[in-house]
């Protein structure tokens, strides 16, 4: 693998562990940062559909209030005038100025002086269901106020409905007593103010008794954390576009009574998802145009130079012209290694001409001497003189065509060639043999044979001087 291509995978490696670390840096940080947002967000609606709950019984326990602190109300329980009745206990109060379903007058010893209730089928007022006065009339605290300004305010269940109670001490107008008895007001928390209470606050809530039937399976085991914890607020997601938030209403008396429900889509999560999304996108640009960058920079300062470096002396190799010179560009390392090769291809052009020289001087000396010059390898010739040709009759392309040992008298061949073997030694002194060839025409010669091993381009060889005897 080039250079190059190493130094792109590098840089490809780098750019994708900078967009997992990012990645995983984002997830860590945007993602746990915007849930901790939505978990806040969710338990602030939740607080914030508690307190409507809350401000409608304190808006009941306001009409409350008007009623039992009053001069007509405080006669009406001593001496029940008929004219209090028919002025003030009509549906009119009920439907229209108080939206009460009950409206209960007690003595101070806890006994109904009068009651109503008002059913809006019927728009008339009928008599309030003995088993909610059964019920009522167990929960004695509701009876007993220490001062003038106590009262009991909240949400009650009673002859199974769901109510949001006040309960006033029965006063003079200007709030003196002593008291006269216990005046009661009850709405009853349907499925209609429930929808008014949403619209008003823009949240989407549902409210069930915490003895009744839950409609999710995964209430049950949150109702359990939090009837130990009734303070508690409890957040959980649905799913990736839904989230849940669960409380506790308490009665009038504090315990828990209803489950509050609130469910809100996730946009806050999904929102930081997008952050998200956006911010490794970015990642990812920025670590590729950064590593973009490094590598043109890196490739034209360095890595160009290098490859083409690298030709000039691939050329250079392939031709074999140490003649020519590599490039040299610029005043660092990589000039710096240019100018050294040019010197080293320096050197090897002029050793090169000095063994041209001393190559062209040996040929001259074989060519005139008057002895067979040969050098092999193995059983092929890779040089002979001239005078060799002259004593085998053989020319210099069937010689090194031919095994040379097939030169030699069949008589003498096996016996030399096992001698040539075993003194086979490169340094070794020269060796003279007496042996008898067989020239081309099928004559018979005696020749002097001197034999030294050497090395010749990095292999053994055997050069040799043969005499005509």
């Not at 040089?383 to 030699?408: K, Q, R």
Request: hydrophobic share 40%; proline share 4%; net charge negative.
């Amino acid at each position: 693998m080039s250079i190059r291509k190493k130094v792109l995978v590098s840089i490809g490696i780098l750019s994708l562990g900078l967009t997992l670390f990012f990645y995983f840096l984002f997830l860590n940080i945007v993602l746990t940062n915007f849930d901790r947002i939505e978990e806040n967000f969710v338990r602030n609606n939740i607080a914030r559909a508690k307190a409507t709950m809350q401000e409608q019984t304190r808006a009941l326990d306001t009409i409350t209030h008007d009623w039992a602190s009053w001069d007509d109300t405080y006669d009406y329980i001593h001496n029940l005038n008929k004219e209090y009745e028919e002025t003030n206990i009509v549906s009119d109060t009920f439907s229209s100025s108080a939206k009460i379903e009950f409206l209960l007058y007690f003595d101070l010893e806890g006994k109904l002086v009068h009651g109503s209730y008002y059913d809006a089928a019927l728009d008339d007022l009928i008599p309030v269901p003995s088993q909610l006065l059964s019920q009522l009339a167990e929960k004695k605290e509701l009876f007993h106020h220490p001062a003038a300004n106590s009262h009991h305010t909240g949400l009650v269940m009673l002859a199974d409905m769901p109510l949001m109670l006040s309960a006033r001490p029965i006063l003079r107008s200007n709030g003196e007593g002593p008291p006269a008895g216990t005046l009661i007001m009850m709405r009853v928390l349907t499925d209609q103010r429930i929808e008014t209470i949403k619209s008003v606050t823009s949240l989407n809530f549902s409210v069930h008794h915490v003895n009744a039937p839950l409609p999710h399976p995964d209430s049950f085991e949150i109702l359990d954390t939090l009837l130990k914890e009734p303070g508690k607020s409890i957040v959980k997601p649905i799913g990736p576009e839904n989230i849940a938030g669960y409380t506790v209403l308490p009665d009038v008396f504090g315990h828990p009574l209803f489950l509050l429900r609130l469910d809100l889509t996730r946009e806050i999560h999904i929102q930081g998802h997008r952050t998200l999304n956006y911010l490794l996108w970015t990642s990812i640009v920025t670590s590729l145009s950064f590593c973009l960058a490094f590598f043109l920079i890196l490739d034209r300062l360095i890595l160009k130079r290098l490859t083409r470096l690298n030709h000039d002396v691939i050329r250079i190799s392939k031709t074999a012209q140490t003649a020519s010179r590599v490039q040299v560009a610029g005043k660092d390392e990589l000039a710096s290694l240019s100018f050294s090769i040019n010197e080293m291809l320096d050197s090897i052009d002029k050793s090169q001409q000095e063994l041209k020289e001393k190559e062209i001087r040996l040929r001259t000396i074989a060519e005139f001497t008057r002895s067979g010059l040969f050098i092999s390898q193995g059983p092929k010739l890779i040089y002979v003189n001239s005078v060799m040709e002259l004593i085998t009759g053989y020319n210099s392309e069937e010689l090194f065509a031919m095994n040379w040992w097939d030169i030699f008298h069949a008589d003498y061949r096996i016996a030399l060639r096992t001698k040539i073997m075993e003194s086979q030694k490169v340094g070794a002194p020269p060796e003279q043999y007496e042996v008898m060839i067989v020239k081309k025409d099928g004559t018979e010669a005696w020749l002097n044979l001197r034999i030294k091993h050497v090395t010749f381009k990095g292999n053994p060889a055997s050069f040799g001087v043969c005499t005509d005897l």
